[in-house]
């Protein structure tokens, strides 16, 4: 049997010693360098999804024939309706993608379920610190789910009865209400409907306003209606009135949030290309509009 010598078993050691101490050396090389690989990529990420200072972004979410749209300013945030009851994770999915847990603002322009369906998990899962909505009730499941997670949440909503100026960051918006308390046909004219304005862009929202709201909006003072962006009123559906209105607007965009395009008006659609605007329907992916004051960035996913 050969006999190991001390000076073996002395060379053994030192050389087990210098491999650990190596192993453990690039260990945790890996492990730091992964961690801050992740890092830097979280960072990135971050980076990427945050409106900067100096920019508004304003996101149309494919969420079918209903609407839902987020407008960013800086960390500054609103919310105009919450689409059905089941198409809100789409919204909280973007809510946690991007880190959003406050809502400045959270606008319902009036209580059809394609517009308040959400309402209730929006509110329940941030925090919202004003809640805006039209001057009337309704007696229909999604708006009294609506009313629960305001009481569950401690909510008082303000009801909009005369023009509301007011700001989001450096941006700035006015809600024009309704003029009547009652309409011919459904609440689809009790919509509120907004103008938001950053530099020389601007966004007119309009909610589902049909035949006698858009008459109104043609004569409301305080309104000019020239709007670069336009969220064309009720998902594209005609009016006797649209094309008098389109034409007001003029807009430079124009997004029509639907499940089909089939469902959209030609004649509105003929009208909006007649003018030259750019046509973007929400079937076709989500529509995110990125403006510095000056010019306009528009991606659709």
């Given at each position: ?10 060379q ?23 961690e801050r ?48 009851d ?9 809510f ?29 899962a ?44 450096k ?26 304005r ?29 709007h ?47 003018m ?25 996913e």
């Amino acid at each position: 049997m050969r006999r190991i010598r001390e000076r073996d078993w002395l060379q053994a050691g030192v050389l087990l010693l210098v491999s650990a101490l190596l192993i453990g050396c690039l260990l945790g090389f890996d492990h730091h360098e992964a961690e801050r690989a992740d890092t830097a990529v979280a960072t990135g990420v971050a980076e990427k999804q945050r409106v900067s200072a100096d920019e508004l972004k304003v996101t149309f979410f494919d969420v079918e024939k209903s609407d839902a749209i987020l407008i960013e300013q800086a960390d500054f945030r609103m919310l105009v309706d919450t689409s059905f009851d089941d198409r809100a994770d789409v919204i909280l999915d973007y809510f946690s993608e991007h880190g959003i847990d406050t809502l400045d603002y959270l606008i319902i322009t009036h209580f059809d379920k394609d517009h308040v369906g959400g309402a209730d998990k929006i509110l329940d899962a941030v925090k919202v610190k004003r809640v805006l909505e039209p001057d009337y009730t309704v007696d229909k499941k999604q708006y009294r789910e609506y009313r629960e997670a305001m009481m569950r949440n401690g909510i008082v909503p303000l009801s909009v009865t005369a023009v509301e100026h007011r700001k989001l960051g450096k941006a700035s918006f006015a809600i024009y209400p309704p003029e009547q308390k009652q309409y011919s046909g459904n609440d689809n004219d009790m919509s509120l409907v907004i103008s938001l304005r950053y530099g020389s862009q601007s966004f007119l929202l309009t909610g589902d306003s049909e035949m006698e709201r858009i008459a109104e909006l043609l004569t409301e003072p305080e309104l000019n209606l020239k709007h670069t962006v336009l969220k064309v009123p009720h998902h594209g559906i005609k009016e006797k009135n649209s094309a008098a209105f389109l034409e007001q607007v003029h807009p430079e965009t124009a997004v029509i949030t639907c499940k089909n395009e089939w469902y959209v008006s030609r004649s509105v659609k003929k009208t909006l290309l007649c003018m030259d605007a750019d046509l973007y329907l929400t079937c076709h992916g989500t529509v995110t509009c990125i403006t510095d004051g000056n010019t306009m960035e528009i991606l659709q996913e």
